[in-house]
């Protein structure tokens, strides 16, 4: 069981919006520290998708944005192509566990 | 451009040792803190261990604290994750990644990824 609850999968069609949720507690996103989303593509590694809860590293398209508000983060990605099909991470620092966590993950399903 | 290429993996019997290897090119290594990262078949990321841009701290998950040891060589820009003791559990691909921020500060994340080397715990 993860620190950091994300539901297992989340689907829409084309051109659709849709949004992941990241549920923390008061050890990790609660205490103020930044989230952080990665996507996973089938077959690849992890890229970093999402850095400080909302800022988009270079080349990453607009339709991707994040934000954070008390014990949770979002992850939006609008436009939604068929490409976008992949896994999607959230992750940030817990005191308690004095580490980095990660969520279980959520698979995107383009219909 | 930045690059990281993992090596060392294969097939060890539980109990035994690996030494997986991370090196890195297209950046000054030594100013970055480093990542390994682990993913077990089918399941989620979890991270492993984190090493400080100089070397001077490490820190572990709790799953293998103990067994695990990260460290690195920055005359060779690689990276390393001695692995000691291992289980059944710890059969997964394992990913080095630079740290993007400061683990001291709590803002460290994984901003480039190696394509990862897989470890089989098997008898």
């Known amino acids: 069981q993860s620190v950091l609850t994300q539901p297992p999968s989340v689907s829409g069609a084309p051109g659709q919006r849709v949004t992941f949720s990241c549920t923390g507690s008061?050890?990790?996103?609660?205490?103020?520290?930044?989230v952080y989303w990665y996507q996973q593509l089938p077959g690849t590694a992890p890229k970093l998708l999402i850095y400080a809860n909302k800022n988009r590293p270079s080349g990453v398209p607009d339709r991707f944005s994040g934000s954070k508000s008390g014990t949770s983060a979002s992850l939006a990605i609008t436009g939604l192509q068929a490409e976008d099909e992949a896994d999607y991470y959230c992750q940030c620092y817990d005191t308690s566990l004095s580490g980095v966590v990660f969520g279980g993950g959520t698979k995107l399903t383009v219909l | 451009q930045v690059q990281l290429v993992e090596s060392g993996g294969g097939v060890v019997q539980p109990g035994r040792s690996l030494r997986l290897s991370c090196a890195a090119s297209g950046y000054t290594f030594s100013n970055h803190g480093m990542h390994w990262v682990r993913q077990a078949p089918g399941k989620g990321l979890e991270w492993v261990a984190v090493i400080w841009y100089d070397g001077s701290k490490t820190y572990y998950a709790d799953s293998v604290k103990g067994r695990f040891t990260i460290s690195r060589d920055d005359s060779k820009n690689t990276l390393y994750l001695q692995m000691n003791s291992l289980r059944a559990e710890d059969t997964a691909v394992y990913y080095c990644a630079t740290d993007g921020g400061n683990f001291h500060s709590g803002s460290s994340h994984m901003n480039v990824w190696g394509k990862g080397t897989t470890v089989t715990v098997s008898s």
């Open positions: 008061s050890s990790n996103i609660g205490a103020g520290y930044d």
